[in-house]
C-alpha cells in the first residue's frame, strides 16, 4: 500500500499543479457525457418523432411509388385492401394518397404535394381531427415550415390546381384550419394535407391510397398483395446514417478533449519525473525496485483520473441532471440540417455512457502516466541522487 | 583482514565512458571492511570516493573486480536483488538528505519499514526509538520544510538506523551543516555505532568528519595510497558520545 499512500500524499503536495489537471480532466469527463448524451438525446427524439410523425409501425407502399421522385406519383395508387380497413390497435393504419399540385398563394405559383389522410386516423401525431372541419373550402393542414415559404397563416383561403386521374385539370379554394408544429420535417416542408375522401374524389380515385402507415402495434406487418412493405428499419436508415456521421463528428470532439486532458497529464508526468529525480534516487537507495517506482508514478497519474472522476461527479451529476430533465434550447437554424429536431432537446445519460466514459478515460490516463515513468527504468540511481538524468 | 569481514573488495575497477574514451574512477582497489568499522574513504574532489561507496551501496556496480558485500557479490546482483540488499541490510545518508517533502518527519522515518513491510506497532515503535536516538521525538508530526539542515540530516540518520542495518554509508555527510550541526551529527553516529556494532563508512573530505574516524582510508586518483586506524579519534579524545536513545 506504498504506492496508493505516496501518490496521494505527492498529489496533496502539488497542490495548485494537481488541481489544475484535476478541474481540466473532470471537465473532459462532464462535456464527453454532456455530449454524447445530447447527440444520444437526439437521436432518440428523432427516431421518436419520426415514428410517431410519419412512419408508425412501417409502410405499405404501392410498388411504383418512389419518394424520390414525384412523377411516380401520377402511377402509384391503389384501392386500400379491406384488411386493413379495421379500426382495432392491431388493424389501425392510416392511408394517405399522394397528388401533385400547383398552389397559388398571393399571385405567386408554388408546386406542392398533396396528401390525403383520413381525419379520424389515430396512427400518426398529425391534428387530422382539424380536418373535419365544415367549410365550402377544401380545410387543409400545413405544417409551419410550409406556412412560412408560402407566407399562409391560420385561417387564409388559397387556391390550388391539381390534375386527376384522367389527366383533366381542375382547381378549388382551400382554407388553411391548422398549422401545426412538427420536428419532422418530411411531414411539413411543401406538404398540404387535406381530408382523404376529399382528395379521393377530387382525383377520381375512390377508396385508393399511394402508402398506408400500419400502426405501432402492428409490429409483424402481414403481407399484402400488390403492395410492399417497408418497416421501420428500413424507413430510418438515412436517419441512421445520419446518425452515425453524428457521431462521427461527436468522437473528433472527444478524442480532442481527451487529447488536450492527456497532454497535461502527459506534461504533468515528465516535469514530475525531472523535478523528482532526487527523490527517485532516493527511493531506489532505500530499496524500492525500479519497477516499484514506475508504478508508483503510473499510480500517481492515474489518481487525477480517479480525483477528476470524483470532482466531475460532484459539479456534473447536478448539471447534466437538470438538464436532463430541463432540454437544451436548440436554434431554429439547426433545422436546416435536414434531421428532425425538436425546439429543445433533452439529453440521455445512460449508465453504460457514464460508466463506458469514466473507464476510456482512465484507462487513456493511465496509458499516458505509464510512458513517460518508463523512462525511470533507465535511471541510473548514482545520477537520479545527484539531481542528473542519465 | 578483519576476523568478522562484511565487505570484500579485490582488483575492483571502475571506468565510465567519457567523450570517445573512458575514464577510470577506480583502478584496483582491494579493502575490506569488518563488523563495527567507523571508517571514511578520504580524499580530493574526483578521487573515487563516492563511487566506491555507491558500489559498496549496490547502487553501481564495479567494471572488473570484485565487491562482495554481506556475502553478496555486487557485480551479479540484479536490479532486484540489489534493491532487497539495500533495503534489508543497508542504510544511506546524503548530503542532500534526500527527504520526501510530503511526508512527515515520523513517515520519513517509517518509509524502508513499510518496504519490509513490517506490522504497525512493531513500525511505530522502532521509529520512534530511532527519532529518540537523534533526538527528534519533539519533530516527530513535523514536515521537512519546517526542519533545520541539522535536523533534516539526523532524520535522514533516524531513516538509515531504523531498519538496523549492517552497513551504514554516508556521502559527505556533514557537506551542508555548520560545524556545530556537524559535531552533533558525527557523535548520534559514533553513539550509534558503539551501541549496535553498525558498520560505518564515510565519503568525506571534511576534517571534521575525518577527526571522528577510527580507520582512513585516502585515495587519490581511484587507488587507495592510504589505509591506517586512527589511534585517538576526537570522540575518544574528550567528546565522548552520550547515551541518550534506546535502541532502533
Not at chain 1, 489537471?21 to 445530447?38: A, C, E
Not at chain 1, 392491431?90 to 405559383?109: D, H, K, N
Not at chain 2, 568499522?37 to 570484485?66: E, H, R, W
Request: net charge positive.
Amino acid at each position: 500500500m506504498i504506492a496508493p499512500r505516496l501518490a496521494t500524499r505527492n498529489l496533496a503536495g502539488a497542490g495548485l499543479r494537481t488541481w489544475l489537471n484535476v478541474i481540466v480532466l473532470s471537465m473532459v469527463y462532464v462535456v464527453i457525457i454532456w455530449q454524447q448524451g445530447l447527440l444520444e438525446g437526439w437521436n432518440r427524439q428523432a427516431l421518436r418523432d419520426m415514428i410517431a410523425w410519419e412512419i408508425g409501425g412501417g409502410q405499405y407502399r404501392h410498388p411504383q411509388y418512389d419518394p424520390y421522385d414525384v412523377f411516380t406519383l401520377e402511377s402509384s395508387h391503389a384501392p386500400v385492401p379491406a384488411a386493413l380497413a379495421g379500426n382495432s390497435p392491431e388493424q389501425a393504419a392510416a392511408p394517405i394518397l399522394l397528388a401533385g399540385a400547383t398552389i397559388y398563394p398571393q399571385g405567386r405559383m408554388q408546386s406542392v404535394i398533396l396528401r390525403g389522410i383520413a381525419p379520424d386516423q389515430t396512427v400518426l401525431s398529425l391534428p387530422t381531427s382539424d380536418l373535419q372541419a365544415d367549410i365550402p373550402e377544401i380545410p387543409v393542414l400545413i405544417g409551419t415550415r410550409m406556412a412560412e415559404s408560402a407566407g399562409l397563416r391560420w385561417g387564409d383561403e388559397v387556391a390550388i390546381r391539381w390534375r386527376d386521374a384522367n389527366g383533366a385539370f381542375d382547381a378549388a379554394e382551400a382554407r388553411v384550419v391548422r398549422i401545426f408544429k412538427s420536428s419532422v420535417s418530411t411531414v411539413d416542408q411543401g406538404l398540404i394535407w387535406l381530408p382523404l375522401e376529399r382528395l379521393q374524389t377530387m382525383l377520381g380515385m375512390p377508396g385508393e391510397a399511394t402508402i398506408i402507415v400500419a400502426g405501432e402495434a402492428s409490429k409483424e406487418a402481414d403481407p399484402l398483395p400488390g403492395w410492399l412493405f417497408r418497416d421501420q428499419a428500413y424507413l430510418t436508415r438515412d436517419l441512421a446514417d445520419m446518425i452515425r456521421m453524428k457521431e462521427a463528428g461527436g468522437y473528433i470532439l472527444y478524442v480532442l478533449l481527451l487529447s488536450l486532458a492527456l497532454l497535461a497529464i502527459f506534461d504533468t508526468q515528465v516535469l514530475a519525473i525531472f523535478r523528482r529525480r532526487r527523490e527517485i534516487g532516493m527511493l531506489m537507495a532505500l530499496g524500492m525496485t525500479r519497477g516499484a517506482v514506475i508504478r508508483l508514478f503510473t499510480f500517481e497519474g492515474a489518481l487525477h483520473g480517479v480525483l477528476a472522476a470524483i470532482v466531475a461527479a460532484l459539479y456534473g451529476i447536478p448539471l447534466l441532471s437538470l438538464q436532463a430533465v430541463r432540454g437544451i434550447a436548440v436554434p431554429a437554424a439547426v433545422d436546416s440540417f435536414g434531421l428532425a429536431i425538436a425546439e429543445r432537446v433533452f439529453p440521455v445519460y445512460s449508465a453504460g455512457l457514464v460508466a463506458g466514459t469514466t473507464l476510456i478515460v482512465l484507462l487513456a490516463v493511465t496509458i499516458v502516466s505509464f510512458l513517460p515513468a518508463r523512462r525511470i527504468a533507465k535511471l541510473n540511481p548514482t545520477d537520479a541522487i545527484r539531481g542528473k538524468l542519465s | 583482514m578483519h576476523a568478522t569481514s562484511i565487505i570484500s573488495i579485490r582488483g575492483l575497477v571502475k571506468s565510465f565512458p567519457i567523450g570517445g574514451g573512458r575514464f577510470t574512477a577506480l583502478n584496483g582497489i582491494d579493502l575490506t571492511f569488518g563488523k563495527g568499522d567507523f571508517a571514511g574513504l578520504v580524499g580530493p574532489s574526483g578521487s573515487g570516493k563516492t563511487t566506491l561507496l555507491n558500489i559498496i551501496g549496490s547502487l553501481d556496480s564495479p567494471t572488473n573486480g570484485s565487491a562482495v558485500v554481506l556475502g553478496q557479490s555486487i557485480g551479479s546482483l540484479s536490479h532486484r536483488q540489489a534493491a532487497r540488499l539495500r533495503n534489508e541490510h543497508l542504510g544511506f545518508i546524503f548530503q542532500t538528505y534526500n527527504l520526501l517533502p510530503v511526508y512527515t518527519v515520523f513517515e520519513n522515518v517509517e518509509f524502508p519499514l513499510l518496504l519490509l513491510k513490517m506490522p504497525a506497532a512493531q513500525r511505530s515503535k522502532a521509529v520512534m526509538d530511532a527519532l529518540d536516538a537523534v533526538g527528534l521525538t519533539d519533530k516527530a508530526r513535523s514536515r521537512p520544510a519546517q526542519l533545520s539542515g541539522g535536523e533534516s540530516q539526523r532524520v535522514a540518520i533516524a531513516r538509515a538506523m531504523v531498519k538496523s542495518p549492517e552497513i551504514v554509508l554516508a556521502d559527505e555527510p556533514t557537506a551542508n551543516l555548520d560545524a556545530k550541526n556537524s559535531h552533533h551529527i558525527l557523535q548520534t553516529m559514533v553513539k550509534l555505532n558503539t551501541a549496535f556494532k553498525t558498520t560505518f563508512i564515510f565519503a568525506s573530505h571534511d576534517e571534521k568528519v575525518i577527526g571522528y574516524l577510527r580507520r582512513r582510508i585516502t585515495l587519490n586518483d581511484g587507488k587507495v595510497v592510504g589505509d591506517e586506524p586512527v589511534e585517538h579519534p576526537r570522540h575518544m579524545a574528550g567528546i565522548a558520545p552520550t547515551t541518550t536513545g534506546g535502541a532502533p
